[in-house]
């Protein structure tokens, strides 16, 4: 079976706003939803505080990509009055806006819609089902479905290495040998679509355009560890790439009928910002609950969605399985979303391990050693110094030098930046977006936010730099989920790798002319 719905938390929000246009008061309209829902009105009321509930109004993009194009800012007075969010979801096309449900860019001073964000546009370029067909899709899936040994692919899979694409890097067959075996006909497939990292937007691309790829991953998946639920989670505002996969789902059912006999597939739609997007505050904002991260251990293959053992998998790690399966896996491919200081931003699939350098030259059509610095995951993936320019951009080279490959979204930094104006706005996103569960993430993101503030504004000492290190240390030892661990993380490599330019700012000096008129405070 086929369901494509929205999460409960999400109707709930929609039922929230339908009674805020109807004129009642917030008090009154809490009621309503617990008596609607069967909750309680404390929940209802937590669920509604805790949501940004997108109702399809103005919106200027104020992540890290779109920060770094001064051409647009959330003061101006043409955009004072939009709303303001991390991440719109077009970051190569920095600065964004959403206007009248419509995406623009501003180019000289003027804005141009982006093409691709019309839903025009995605249903006409997307692989249908004829396409994939002809490109050699679902031939690993009618292979799969004419045995019932399944150790020939298996083996493929564990030959080729393939880890989540989602950030962590977790080898998938080590996370497929950890479900429990008693309890796989209950278990859920969790297929994570809820990206919001600024700097990110592949798995937007990915299920806009490659539908049934992802679709026939996400199956492959599912019969390989006995699973009959798959959920495919993908984020409110991306409706272009739901209805993508939605149409790619009722294309298979005509071609394959009885599959779905077997496995009920859903298309939810969730809502959230960047920390709804971590697995387990995915799976309480599924269930109707604010979107927070849980505890771990029990780890979701332990107890998952619904209290059931969940395999949870980046989009673009299931859009892998089957090119591995038809090709041998000898060479896993990898998205990688390029932006930042680089003359020709975009999303680049490569062979994964392609050198930074090569990256940035060959698709970004920019010079590497213009590059003072570079993240080569995204925001939570760390800096890194233009010095290592040269590293493979694959797990392990880049763990080793102390950064993480994260998603893939690689953002260059150009000679004229300044390192610690760079961080303060990472350290402003991380603040923004902390849900507040736990202290050391809650206080610790918004001491660093002052604390870099003040560096940039020339009023921080040695001594309160020093007293930064110790919360980020904190933050690492005792934050819940990522977003804390890697805040703090961020800081104290950033500090470690670039002391002299934080040292500089104390002076009051900034060598890039960024923070203090003429260099100088």
Same mark, same amino acid.
């Given at each position: 079976?086929?369901?494509?719905?929205?999460?409960?938390?999400?109707?709930?929000?929609?039922?929230?706003?339908?009674?805020?246009?109807?004129?009642?008061?917030?008090?009154?309209?809490?009621?309503?939803?617990?008596?609607?829902?069967?909750?309680?009105?404390?929940?209802?009321?937590?669920?509604?505080?805790?949501?940004?509930?997108?109702?399809?109004?103005?919106?200027?993009?104020?992540?890290?990509?779109?920060?770094?194009? =001064?051409?647009?800012?959330?003061?101006?007075?043409?955009?004072?009055?939009?709303?303001?969010?991390?991440?719109?979801?077009?970051?190569?096309?920095?600065?964004?806006?959403?206007?009248?449900?419509?995406?623009?860019?501003?180019?000289?001073?003027?804005?141009?819609?982006?093409?691709?964000?019309?839903?025009?546009?995605?249903?006409?370029?997307?692989?249908?089902?004829?396409?994939?067909?002809?490109?050699?899709?679902?031939?690993?899936?009618?292979?799969?479905?004419?045995?019932?040994?399944?150790?020939?692919?298996?083996?493929?899979?564990?030959?080729?290495?393939?880890?989540?694409?989602? $950030?962590?890097?977790?080898?998938?067959?080590?996370?497929?040998?950890?479900?429990?075996?008693?309890?796989?006909?209950?278990?859920?497939?969790?297929?994570?679509?809820?990206?919001?990292?600024?700097?990110?937007?592949?798995?937007?691309?990915?299920?806009?355009?490659?539908?049934?790829?992802?679709?026939? $991953?996400?199956?492959?998946?599912?019969?390989?560890?006995?699973?009959?639920?798959?959920?495919?989670?993908?984020?409110?505002?991306?409706?272009?790439?739901?209805?993508?996969?939605?149409?790619?789902?009722?294309?298979?059912?005509?071609? =394959?009928?009885?599959?779905?006999?077997?496995?009920?597939?859903?298309?939810?739609?969730?809502?959230?910002?960047?920390?709804?997007?971590?697995?387990?505050?995915?799976?309480?904002?599924?269930?109707?609950?604010?979107?927070?991260?849980?505890?771990?251990?029990?780890?979701?293959?332990?107890?998952?969605?619904?209290?059931?053992?969940?395999?949870?998998?980046?989009?673009?790690?299931?859009?892998?399985?089957?090119?591995?399966?038809?090709?041998?896996?000898?060479?896993?491919?990898?998205?990688?979303?390029?932006?930042?200081?680089?003359?020709?931003?975009?999303?680049?699939?490569?062979?994964?391990?392609?050198?930074?350098?090569?990256?940035?030259?060959?698709?970004?059509?920019?010079?590497?050693?213009?590059?003072?610095?570079?993240?080569?995951?995204?925001?939570?993936?760390?800096?890194?110094?233009?010095?290592?320019?040269?590293?493979?951009?694959?797990?392990?080279?880049?763990?080793?030098?102390?950064?993480?490959?994260?998603?893939?979204?690689?953002?260059?930094?150009?000679?004229?930046?300044?390192?610690?104006?760079?961080?303060?706005?990472?350290?402003?996103?991380?603040?923004?977006?902390?849900?507040?569960?736990?202290?050391?993430?809650?206080?610790?993101?918004?001491?660093?936010?002052?604390?870099?503030?003040?560096?940039?504004?020339?009023?921080?000492?040695?001594?309160?730099?020093?007293?930064?290190?110790?919360?980020?240390?904190?933050?690492?030892?005792?934050?819940?989920?990522?977003?804390?661990?890697?805040?703090?993380?961020?800081?104290?490599?950033?500090?470690?790798?670039?002391?002299?330019?934080?040292?500089?700012?104390?002076?009051?000096?900034?060598?890039?002319?960024?923070?203090?008129?003429?260099?100088?405070?």
């Amino acid at each position: 079976m086929m369901h494509s719905t929205v999460s409960s938390t999400k109707s709930i929000l929609d039922k929230f706003e339908e009674l805020k246009k109807n004129g009642k008061e917030s008090p009154e309209i809490i009621s309503d939803i617990a008596e609607e829902f069967k909750i309680s009105r404390s929940r209802a009321s937590s669920i509604t505080s805790f949501y940004d509930a997108d109702t399809g109004s103005d919106r200027i993009c104020t992540g890290f990509p779109c920060a770094l194009k =001064y051409s647009v800012s959330p003061n101006d007075e043409t955009t004072r009055h939009f709303e303001k969010q991390s991440c719109l979801g077009y970051c190569d096309h920095a600065p964004v806006i959403r206007l009248g449900g419509k995406y623009f860019t501003r180019v000289d001073n003027s804005l141009k819609e982006i093409e691709e964000s019309s839903k025009e546009y995605v249903m006409n370029a997307r692989e249908d089902f004829s396409k994939y067909v002809d490109s050699g899709g679902y031939k690993s899936l009618d292979m799969v479905l004419k045995t019932s040994d399944f150790s020939h692919f298996l083996d493929k899979l564990q030959k080729s290495g393939l880890k989540g694409m989602g $950030g962590a890097g977790f080898p998938v067959m080590a996370k497929w040998k950890s479900l429990p075996d008693n309890s796989r006909k209950e278990a859920y497939l969790l297929i994570n679509g809820h990206e919001g990292e600024p700097g990110t937007f592949k798995d937007r691309y990915i299920l806009e355009i490659h539908p049934h790829r992802v679709l026939e $991953g996400a199956l492959l998946a599912a019969i390989f560890n006995g699973l009959h639920n798959a959920i495919i989670a993908i984020k409110t505002e991306y409706t272009n790439a739901r209805e993508s996969i939605q149409a790619a789902t009722a294309e298979l059912s005509s071609h =394959y009928p009885d599959i779905f006999q077997q496995i009920k597939v859903e298309v939810l739609s969730v809502p959230g910002s960047y920390v709804t997007g971590e697995e387990t505050a995915l799976m309480e904002s599924i269930e109707g609950k604010r979107g927070e991260p849980r505890l771990r251990p029990p780890f979701p293959t332990q107890v998952g969605l619904y209290g059931k053992p969940t395999i949870v998998h980046n989009v673009e790690t299931v859009f892998h399985i089957p090119e591995i399966l038809s090709s041998g896996g000898n060479q896993i491919s990898k998205f990688y979303c390029l932006t930042g200081d680089v003359k020709t931003p975009g999303i680049y699939k490569e062979k994964l391990g392609i050198d930074a350098a090569g990256l940035v030259e060959k698709h970004g059509s920019s010079g590497s050693d213009m590059i003072k610095a570079f993240m080569p995951g995204g925001l939570s993936g760390g800096i890194l110094p233009g010095s290592e320019i040269a590293i493979s951009l694959d797990f392990d080279s880049v763990r080793k030098a102390g950064a993480g490959l994260g998603t893939g979204a690689f953002i260059a930094l150009s000679n004229d930046r300044c390192i610690v104006n760079t961080i303060h706005e990472v350290a402003r996103f991380f603040e923004k977006e902390s849900c507040g569960k736990c202290v050391p993430c809650r206080i610790g993101t918004a001491r660093i936010s002052m604390l870099l503030n003040d560096i940039v504004s020339g009023k921080a000492t040695d001594d309160e730099i020093e007293d930064g290190k110790r919360i980020a240390s904190v933050m690492i030892d005792g934050s819940i989920c990522a977003l804390g661990q890697v805040a703090g993380r961020t800081f104290i490599d950033t500090l470690s790798r670039f002391s002299w330019e934080f040292h500089q700012h104390v002076e009051g000096i900034c060598p890039a002319g960024v923070c203090f008129s003429e260099g100088k405070k």
